[in-house]
């Protein structure tokens, strides 16, 4: 409660910081808004992303009572930096980097503080800012490392207390049964998390380089040591009380539950590893009025791509595309594809669906359009371009496969093998590159011509290396690609 008071009068004082921050999320809200999606999926990985938010605040309402009046140096070249990032930023927006938005936002935040109050000040935003990059999901691939050191541990704790346990990949049997050891299972969430609440108790309450460093190892070994004994507290369960055990299903909450333990340890620790100098003793100077043109000119830099974009968006779009329509997809009797008929047509406002048959074989035609392509987008709508089963994706070459196409095989749990091309479309452009597109999807903005798609055709695989399957797509693919593109309309 102390601490909530302590933000509380220093953002009443003097509400600098806050202001900071509305501005640059108002400046880049889709970027914001992509990092915020992370941390309000449960279970996910960035979950503690609201966690690590609420220490930025509080570091920088701390910060906050150090601000001092607007440094009036270098102030073009303040307002072009904000200007360029925040244009930046937009432009990953617009291209659909998910990536480069999330980790351009703490970043944004330290400009727009720059332009705001200046290089004298701009120190008060870089601490805050560096706790946000904890929060951002940037840090995947993490996970898989501390995956596999997480299950060799765990095995090598099971070969230590002698109960017979068999490690393969990822996957650790016990005589009761097999577990695996999933990507969720990895501790990335309590490694990301034990990093920033030892970042902020050095950052707070040690000045000493050499301890800071010190607490923040300390908290990794305690999170990773944690995750271990979660692993191996679920296996014992699954093995001494069986595997429809309460804890094996939730081992998500378990695995909280210790990691609050295990924090309440780590305190302990920490109060002997620092050397108790607090920077919370901070004095605050009185800070003279803000030059309100200065600040106008910088608010107006700040927000100036929000507008451009908007402007960009609210234009009309000067052309279209339509999906192929039935008469333009049916086989013609002239062609190879003599014997074949379309069995299935389904025109949907933004999707369409098709099947084509030829004796006891079919290939599956999805299409699905968007205004701008979203390449991150799934593509794959197994429930209906295969089957309703569980499958997953496998890597197979079959040497028949156009340079036009993503060649990808799917397997379900009887071995079923589907083989699925793919494609994507952003106006006139035809590619399986997602760089060629995100520079397409640029270009179609600005010119407003709207229209992309996700294209795929699959059928099952009758022989092992799906050869036979390779040639059916490929005599389609062939006879149809005029048809198999979206049809402009101006």
């Known amino acids: ?67 001092q009046q607007t440094d009036p140096r270098f102030a073009l070249l303040r307002y072009l930096a904000a200007f360029g990032g925040i244009a930046t930023t937009w432009i990953a927006v617009v291209a659909d980097i998910s990536t480069i938005q999330s980790i351009l936002v703490p970043f944004v935040f330290v400009l727009v503080g720059l332009a705001l109050w200046g290089f004298k000040n701009v120190k008060v935003f870089i601490a805050p800012a560096i706790f946000l990059l904890f929060a951002t999901p940037i840090w995947n691939p993490l996970n898989e490392y501390l995956r596999e050191i997480s299950t060799f541990m765990a095995g090598h704790i099971f070969s230590i207390t002698g109960i017979p346990a068999l490690v393969q990949g990822n996957y650790i049997s016990l005589p009761s049964g097999s577990f695996h050891v999933a990507a969720g299972c990895s501790g990335f969430k309590y490694f990301i998390t034990a990093i920033s609440i030892a970042t902020l108790y050095a950052y707070l309450f040690c000045q000493n380089s050499t301890r800071q460093v010190l607490l923040i190892i300390v908290a990794v070994l305690i999170a990773a040591i944690t995750n271990w004994i979660r692993i191996v ?15 094996v299903e939730d081992h998500d909450s378990f695995g909280w539950v210790l990691f609050g333990i295990a ?22 100077e009185t800070p003279a009025k803000v030059a309100l043109k200065l600040n106008f000119i910088a608010i107006l830099a700040i927000l100036l791509p929000l507008i451009l974009v908007t402007m960009i968006s609210q234009a009309p779009a000067r052309s279209s595309y339509a999906l192929p329509s039935l008469d333009q997809l049916s086989p013609r009797p002239a062609t190879s594809l003599i014997g074949w008929s379309l069995t299935e047509y389904k025109d949907e406002k933004d999707s369409l669906k098709a099947s084509f ?28 371009t295969i089957e309703n089963e569980y499958w997953s994706a496998t890597g197979l070459e079959t040497n028949a496969a156009p340079d036009q196409v993503i060649e990808t095989v799917v397997n379900n749990a009887g071995g079923v093998k589907v083989l699925v091309w793919s494609w994507y479309q952003i106006n006139e452009l035809i590619t399986t590159s ?22 795929t055709l699959a059928t099952k695989c009758q022989t092992k290396d799906c050869s036979l399957a390779a040639k059916r797509l490929n005599l389609l693919l062939v006879e149809l690609g005029g048809s198999l593109t979206l049809q402009r309309r101006d």
């Open 1 to 67: 409660m102390k601490m909530l008071q302590e933000v509380f009068h220093s953002f009443k004082n003097r509400p600098h910081g806050l202001v900071a921050v509305l501005l640059a999320s108002i400046a880049i809200y889709p970027a914001v808004l992509v990092t915020t999606e992370a941390w309000n999926t449960p279970g996910d990985r960035y979950a503690h992303g609201w966690l690590v938010f609420a220490i930025a605040l509080y570091v920088l309402s701390i910060n906050n009572t150090k601000l």
């Open 434 to 455: 997602k760089l060629k597109v995100k520079i397409q999807r640029l270009k179609s903005f600005v010119k407003r011509h709207e229209g992309a798609a996700i294209w």
């Open 233 to 247: 507290g679920v296996m014992l369960m699954g093995y001494y009380w069986g595997m429809e055990h309460p804890m």
């Open 357 to 384: 048959g030829y004796g006891a074989s079919t290939i599956n035609l999805e299409a699905k359009t968007y205004d701008f392509l979203p390449v991150s987008a799934n593509f794959l709508d197994y429930s209906r």
């Open 263 to 284: 924090i309440m340890i780590y305190f302990v620790i920490a109060g002997h590893i620092s050397d108790g100098k607090s920077k919370t003793q901070w004095i605050a």
